[in-house]
């Protein structure tokens, strides 16, 4: 035991530098004090640290830095020439740029380091985690260092296979740094654990299908009273089962022939592709979820969900399939998983348990079905109401919205006749004719279609109070509302796809009985409660 | 599933992994480096000070040391390195074959100051902060009045930190 303990100490101080450098990123501020990286991107720089993905963010860094010091005079000036390290921002301080250089071109997605050859193409996008993993690099392989690395092809055009250098030569450096920083990985006991059991109890079904709710279920009531493993709550073991159905996925999808296979690595001896990693790791990042994503991109100024409704919405797994395998286990842990969890908050404080356990009689899973409808059809006339103010701003995002809120409409109103067609019956939409169209219609309730949405919309728009929903802030607000458009679309889309497709074919009422009596016996087993109420029998 | 499924690798591998992320991104790590973007406003913004933890964690981190002096130096209009190890008494005039730097002791009032810098080159870009790197790696700045033709002059108190460096021969000097 000595032993294990002193390795683990030796590990821990091992990564403790690696911990403080990341840390360090994570802590940078922006000029205003608030942070200079989302946290997002501290996320994604650390997946790409702990996965060792580094080699095309490195490249990409690489052409980065070329492009800026063609364009600046200095790769300094353009990183750290902003505060807050955004996409809008790069955006911004390239057009400032824009010309500067022969052998760089900037668009309006991005900028292009043009070789003899080919074209290098980094997108506004992904620079804000560039430049954490240039900050990473500074901080941990030093700034001199870093600086005469790649003085070489910032200094004059060169070739895209000079840059490739330069990458490797900084991917080398990492791959020194990790080596001695970063301890490998710690094994997780939980998710083998339940693998195993799911083995036992699958029957012939293989991958993430046979993890079902009655697996979930039947390993938290094997297992919950016990002391072999850590399965004492329903959630922690849904949580568990969520994260295999998602790893597996992912990882099925990776190996597939569908994706290139790196050349170097030895899949028969059990090694694993850093791309293929990077993957699964990222679709296990609940910060990528469409209501994450939507809090996100919002913050405060555009109150599309609220606190209330994001913490309602939070149950759903909207990103991934676990509600196809086993829609009754999300419900169970939305309804149980929190009365649990409340049991052992008023347990630790030592207060008095006097709410008694759901019945069959409160129709608890409907009721929240129910709730999870009644918060996206709020977030559905927020969007309506969005249409309008994107409409007034003559944004694009408002057509988005049209589109998906009224997916049937008749869109013929702005197509026009196109008389050297040589027929009537042709009739083109000229996309930039119908979008001024668009622009120009008017409300009207009694009009053609398109006229009583937007009729429809100024309407919600009028009932709607909240932070960004007020005309007198409107201009403020608009750029951010536009930005949540395609968030905004994903939340609706995944929220409905749970309630209409996974969760529709359920029985409710009939879950509803069996585990109204099942969970009350295991939580009164598990809590000492009376049979009444969730009073301790003692 | 077989425990040597590959899939079954992959997806376990990335569980393992992405605890330890979450290990890693825990808050309350104890603080061992100054982010680069600070240091960078430190160089680059003259109104910005670090705080004083910051301050002290520099004179401690000669990796930090390193990063902030080539971040000075690498947009420096002009440096002047250490005066020779002989030149031990304090230290009232360098010279490059840009610049003049000179501290004057005020005839009115003997506590006080004049640090002037004088441009030889009269197209010369003229600098707006002076950074000064001292033995002990302590580093100061100092945001210079605006220039009358190659000319600057600033009083300041003889304490004043920027003074007292100044006066070691093993100041380096960075202009900005």
Redesign the interface.
């Known amino acids: 035991m000595a032993t294990l303990l002193e390795n683990l100490n030796l590990e821990e101080g091992k990564s403790d530098a690696l911990r403080a450098a990341l840390s360090c990123i994570a802590e940078a501020s922006a000029l205003d004090g608030g942070p200079r990286y989302s946290e997002k991107v501290t996320r994604e720089l650390a997946r790409i640290i702990v996965c060792r993905s580094y080699a095309k963010p490195l490249l990409e860094l690489s052409h980065l830095m070329v492009a800026a010091s063609r364009c600046g005079g200095s790769y300094e000036n353009l990183f750290w020439g902003i505060s807050r390290a955004t996409s809008s921002e790069f955006r911004r301080s390239f057009a400032a740029l824009h010309g500067a250089s022969d052998d760089i071109s900037i668009s309006e997605h991005g900028v292009s380091h043009n070789g003899e050859v080919d074209v290098f193409q980094i997108s506004f996008a992904r620079m804000p985690l560039l430049a954490a993993l240039l900050e990473f690099m500074l901080t941990t392989i030093g700034f001199p260092e870093i600086d005469e690395m790649t003085s070489a092809v910032r200094d004059r055009a060169v070739t895209h296979e000079a840059v490739l250098e330069t990458a490797r030569a900084m991917q080398r450096s990492l791959y020194a740094y990790l080596k001695d920083h970063l301890p490998p990985v710690q094994r997780q006991r939980r998710e083998r654990h339940f693998l195993d059991y799911v083995d036992q109890h699958a029957g012939n079904r293989t991958d993430a299908n046979a993890i079902t709710d009655d697996v979930v279920l039947g390993y938290w009531l094997a297992f919950a009273e016990g002391s072999d493993i850590e399965a004492k709550t329903y959630r922690g073991v849904y949580e568990t089962a969520r994260r295999l159905i998602i790893a597996l996925d992912v990882a099925e999808d990776r190996l597939s022939s569908r994706h290139a296979r790196t050349i170097g690595t030895d899949f028969e001896a059990g090694e694993i592709d850093p791309a293929n990693l990077d993957a699964v790791v990222s679709a296990l990042d609940d910060g990528e979820s469409p209501l994450q994503r939507l809090i996100e991109t919002c913050g405060e100024q555009v109150k599309f969900i609220n606190v209330s409704e994001a913490e309602v919405l939070s149950d759903l797994p909207l990103n991934d399939g676990t509600a196809r395998r086993m829609p009754k286990s999300v419900l169970r842990n939305a309804v149980f998983g929190a009365v649990q969890l409340r049991l052992t908050m008023a347990l630790r404080r030592g207060d008095a348990l006097a709410q008694p356990l759901p019945s069959a009689a409160d129709e608890f899973y409907q009721a929240r079905l129910a709730l999870y409808n009644a918060v996206i059809s709020g977030t559905e006339k927020l969007a309506l109401a969005a249409m309008w103010a994107l409409h007034q701003a003559q944004r694009n995002e408002a057509i988005e919205l049209a589109l998906k809120l009224a997916p049937d409409i008749n869109w013929g109103v702005l197509a026009r006749h196109d008389n050297d067609a040589g027929s009537e019956n042709v009739v083109s939409i000229a996309a930039v004719g119908a979008l001024n169209k668009f622009f120009e219609l008017e409300p009207n309730a009694r009009g053609d279609e398109l006229s009583a949405l937007l009729a429809d919309a100024k309407r919600a728009w009028r009932q709607v109070n909240r932070a960004g929903f007020r005309d007198d802030a409107l201009e403020i607000s608009v750029d951010v509302m536009a930005e949540a458009v395609p968030d905004v679309l994903r939340l609706i889309d995944a929220t409905r796809q749970l309630l209409d497709r996974d969760f529709k074919p359920v029985d409710w009422p009939g879950v509803e009985i069996q585990d109204a009596s099942t969970f009350a016996g295991i939580l009164r087993r598990l809590y000492a409660l009376n049979e009444d109420t969730a009073q301790h029998a003692d | 599933?077989p425990t040597?499924d590959?899939?079954?690798?992959?997806?376990?591998?990335?569980?393992?992994?992405?605890?330890?992320?979450k290990?890693?991104?825990q808050?309350g790590?104890?603080?061992?480096?100054?982010?680069?973007?600070?240091l960078?406003?430190y160089a680059?913004?003259p109104g910005y000070e670090l705080p004083a933890d910051l301050a002290q964690h520099l004179e401690n981190d000669p990796?930090a040391q390193?990063?902030l002096m080539?971040?000075i130096s690498?947009?420096a209009l002009e440096h002047i390195p250490m005066l020779a190890a002989a030149a031990s008494d304090t230290v009232t005039r360098r010279e490059t074959d840009k610049t003049v730097l000179i501290l004057t002791p005020s005839r009115a009032d003997p506590a006080q100051i004049y640090l002037t810098i004088e441009m030889k080159d009269p197209e010369a870009a003229r600098p707006s902060q002076i950074f000064v790197s001292s033995a002990e790696g302590q580093w100061h700045k100092l945001q210079l009045a605006p220039f009358v033709g190659v000319r600057t002059q600033t009083i300041l108190e003889s304490e004043h930190e920027v003074i007292v460096a100044l006066s070691h021969p093993e100041a380096v000097v960075y202009f900005r």
Not at chain 2, 6 to 21: E, K, S
Not at chain 2, 29 to 38: F, G, H, L, P, Y
């Open positions: 599933m040597d590959p899939i079954r690798n992959l997806a376990l591998a990335a569980i393992d992994a992405d605890r330890q992320i290990t890693f991104l808050p790590v104890k603080r061992e480096n100054i982010a680069i973007s600070t960078f406003r680059n913004d990796i390193a990063n080539r971040i690498n947009a």
